[in-house]
């Protein structure tokens, strides 16, 4: 046992610690945050890259799959990166192996090489992020992941300017902090979201790297508004417990990426503030 000498600047220790973190995740002031496209993050859900489908009717982050989820009423989370001529175009992958079987960089390649490659054998292709915005025009809200290209900053400008004309509800996330960064500097009211997980999700960086990112350390130079977390690490004690529910006791929005048909979806919607799915009908 901890003698009454020691427990209480135990105590004021572990007091310090916790008001040092809750300092360094909170999330950013909704008072600064207002207009269109703007504010709150809309309520989900979100499909995931589109409503896509298995049978490959629609594709992931095709047209197709974006008018099924805007004529089903649902919010839309999609992927946007450049080509090498400087096009923002909605696809999730830094290369085209998967997703059409060219065994090239997306960033090595112009519009013009990639604009008529067939999405995943179907009879999809990949639009511009301009298309993507015109079809849906503010029907429902969308959720813009920008990837982590070498070119971020000339990403980072892209897509601000075409969501600075965008007439509807939308935020942005990333996975990377520079990249949430730049947006907090340059564009402070759009609201933003920081992507995590757990420790094991961040395979290709270092110790630190994956400390920073899981612990949500970065949000002291993001402040983003929302985290959105990998909904499988959220259950554990630090993930669920200190992290995701100190993050929205300071006023912060969770979200849940990626439920799909065999998780567990009611406690998923019961979590999180608003989810991201795939292959079901919430």
Known sequence: MISGSVAGPVLLLVLVVLVLYGFLIAPASRSRSSGAGKGLLPPGPYAHRGLHRRDGTAVENSMAAFRAARDGGYGMELDVNLTLDGEVVVFHDGDLQRGCGVDR??????????????????????????????????????????????????????????????????????????????????????????????????????????????????????????????????????????????????????????????DDRSWCQRFFDAIIFEYFLP
Request: glycine content about 8%; aromatic content about 8%.
């Open 105 to 262: 960089k997306l960033n090595e390649m112009t519009w013009q090489e990639i604009r008529d490659l067939p999405l995943f054998g179907s009879d999809q292709t990949i639009p511009l992020f301009s298309d993507v915005l015109a079809e849906i025009s503010g029907a429902v809200p969308l959720v813009v992941e920008l990837k982590n290209t070498p070119r971020r900053e000339e990403l980072c400008r892209a897509v601000a300017a075409q969501l600075d004309r965008y007439p509807g509800a939308f935020c942005i996330e990333s996975f990377h902090p520079g990249i949430v960064r730049w947006f907090r500097r340059h564009r402070p009211d759009v609201i933003r979201g920081q992507l995590s997980g757990g420790a094991a999700l961040f395979t290709d960086q270092t110790p630190l790297q994956r400390l920073l990112l899981s612990g949500l350390l970065t949000n002291v130079a993001t402040r983003p508004h929302f985290v959105a977390y990998r909904h499988q690490d959220s259950r554990t004690r630090w993930g669920g417990l200190l992290r995701l529910r100190l993050f929205r006791l300071l006023g912060g929005t969770l979200v849940g990426w990626t439920v799909g048909d065999t």
